[in-house]
Structures are given as structure tokens and as C-alpha cells.
């Protein structure tokens, strides 16, 4: 098993960077997004 996970892959480039607007995507929903905990029951809220 070793060896089918050592070797590269061809078809991926070396350097792979989220574009702008992933990343900015991902901060506004983390933003948004609130978590209250009550008891052991976690609530998720998004508030847009």
C-alpha cells in the first residue's frame, strides 16, 4: 500500500492556490456563521 501512495501524480499541478473568491467565500461564511452550545446540544446559526 506503500507504494501506490508514494508515487506522483502526473496530472496535478506542483502548486495549487485557492482562487480569491474561495477564500473570500469561506471568511464571510465563517463570519456568518455562529455556533451557541446549551447543555450538550451545539446550534448552528447562520446570520446573513
Not at 30 to 37: C, G, M, N, P, Q
Amino acid at each position: 500500500m506503500q507504494k501506490i501512495y508514494s508515487k506522483k501524480s502526473f496530472n496535478q499541478p506542483e502548486n495549487k492556490e485557492p482562487k480569491a473568491e474561495t477564500v473570500k467565500f469561506l471568511l464571510d461564511y465563517s463570519k456568518a456563521l455562529k455556533v451557541t452550545v446549551y447543555k450538550n446540544l451545539e446550534f448552528e446559526t447562520l446570520l446573513n
